[in-house]
Structure formats: structure tokens, C-alpha cells
């Protein structure tokens, strides 16, 4: 009967070690899939925040053409007032 006893014991402590090593499997497990979902929603975020980089750049492209284009137009401007200022200049000295 003692010898049962032992036994017993024995079944007991292994089914305990067999559960905490299920639990830290477990517990590795859940870590696992939260750091899987966090590197997901990083790597979401961060192709949105790149799709808005690219949008951002292409607005600047465009406002600098448009401000390229807005320079050439007042540099035409100010040559034609000088062309205008010319013309007021000679009449006024005849």
C-alpha cells in the first residue's frame, strides 16, 4: 500500500509539471500571437503613413511647378513693364 502511495504522489507531482509546462506554453503562445498582431498593426501603419509620404511629396511637386510657373509669369510681367517704362521714358524726353 505504500508503494501505491508513491505512486501516486509521483502521478501527482508529474500531472503538475505537466500543467505548468502547458501553462508556460500557453502564456509563450498568447505572447506570440500579441507580438504577431502588434508587428501587423505596425506594419498597417506604417503603409498608410508611407501612402501619405508619397501623396505629401506629390503635392509639393505640384506646388513647386506652380510656383515655377507663377516666377516665369512675373518675370514676363516685369519685363513688360520695363518695355512700358522704355516707351514712357522716350516720349516723355522728346
Do not use: H, P, Y
Not at 501505491?4 to 500571437?33: C, F, H, R, T, W
Not at 501619405?52 to 516666377?71: C, H, M, P, S, Y
Amino acid at each position: 500500500m505504500n508503494e501505491e502511495v508513491q505512486e501516486n504522489i509521483e502521478n501527482i507531482n508529474e500531472n503538475a509539471e505537466n500543467e505548468k509546462k502547458g501553462s508556460a506554453i500557453e502564456m509563450l503562445s498568447k505572447k506570440i500571437d500579441e507580438v504577431l498582431a502588434r508587428i501587423k498593426s505596425l506594419e498597417e501603419e506604417n503603409n498608410n503613413l508611407r501612402n501619405e509620404l508619397v501623396a505629401v511629396k506629390a503635392q509639393n511637386e505640384a506646388k513647386d511647378a506652380q510656383i515655377a510657373k507663377l516666377d516665369e509669369e512675373l518675370m514676363m510681367k516685369d519685363l513688360e513693364i520695363e518695355e512700358v517704362i522704355g516707351k514712357i521714358e522716350t516720349m516723355l524726353s522728346e
